[in-house]
């Protein structure tokens, strides 16, 4: 479905980054690990997330419509070379009830491959269970994919598959509780700005995700100021927000993320935070893992206490 220097970029990226829409029409977005899931045949791409962070699985089974956005090389397995900036748009689905096999003889060997072999032993397998056993595979079927020539996502993009819709989505009306900032704005901005890779996203015309890179012009108490290279749709809307950095096998991540609203009026545009979150992982897989087991097991008690795995499996 999509040429061979597209293949390239989704098959060798360690991370991208994925969006969903909210129940609002606003956009979440967060950075996950593809490991170089796609068939060019079917015309699918993937990721793998835990059950013990259920909350994609949530939004994708009440909207299915995501974006993915390939938009770093560093430390992956493709040509650095190839700064095409590609965002995947389709409908996603998943298995909350995974194979076992499929997950350790096809899953497990990918994640290898970009992340180094898993750590094994009686602890370690007790340890990180909720992250690597209760792992699911998301699905998306490509609907369309626009391909940037560069990483700032400049120029018209090429389209592949299904046509864009010919304009920007409609303004949407403001949220009961006010457009302004509710979060620290000025301090959001400097940590996000800190950070190498920035991403902002909204819902378009057609109502599937968009993803586009951007750089900070300042920030203030009433908002980020921000810059895009790609066209920012005009008016007023709910959107996300996400900036990290990572290091050789996703080893010292570090992530700020914010949902929000977003106004655009000619070249200026203007982001005000309502929700923050994020993390800054150590430096070493050692205590990596044993933070990711920990959280991982947390939150997938508290899912199952809450009947939302359970859900999540009907």
Known sequence: MWPDEVDEVIGGDLTCAVANVTPAGGAVVTAVAPIGLRN???????????????????????????????HAREHGLGDAANER???????????????????????????????????????????????????????????????WPDLRAS??????????????PAPQAP????????????RAGRRAAGL??????????????????????????????LQAAAPLPPGGRRAGLVAHRYNAKLIGLETRQHTGWLEVSGDAARYAPHTEGGFKAPANKTLLLLGNGYLARKNLEKARKEGRVRALSR
């Open 175 to 186: 949220p009961k509780k006010g457009t302004g900032p509710r979060v620290d704005a000025a």
């Open 155 to 168: 120029g018209a993009p090429e389209v592949v598959g299904a046509a864009a819709p010919d304009g920007p």
């Open 40 to 70: 060019r045949e079917s015309g699918t791409v993937g990721f793998t997330t835990s059950l013990g962070f259920g909350r994609k699985l949530e939004r994708i089974r009440d909207e299915p419509r995501i974006a993915l956005a390939y």
């Open 196 to 225: 190498p890779h920035r991403l902002l996203a909204y819902v378009g015309a057609d109502g599937f995700p968009l993803i586009v890179p951007f750089d900070i012009a300042g920030q203030d108490a009433d908002g980020l100021y």
């Open 85 to 147: 900036y590609v965002l995947v748009q389709g409908m996603a689905t998943f298995d909350a009830d995974p194979d076992r096999d499929f997950l350790e003889n096809e899953i497990g060997p990918r994640a290898a491959r970009f992340m180094g072999a898993p750590r094994r032993g009686l602890f370690w397998d007790r340890w990180l269970r909720a992250y690597y056993a209760d792992r699911v595979l998301v699905t998306v079927k490509v609907e369309r994919m626009l391909v």
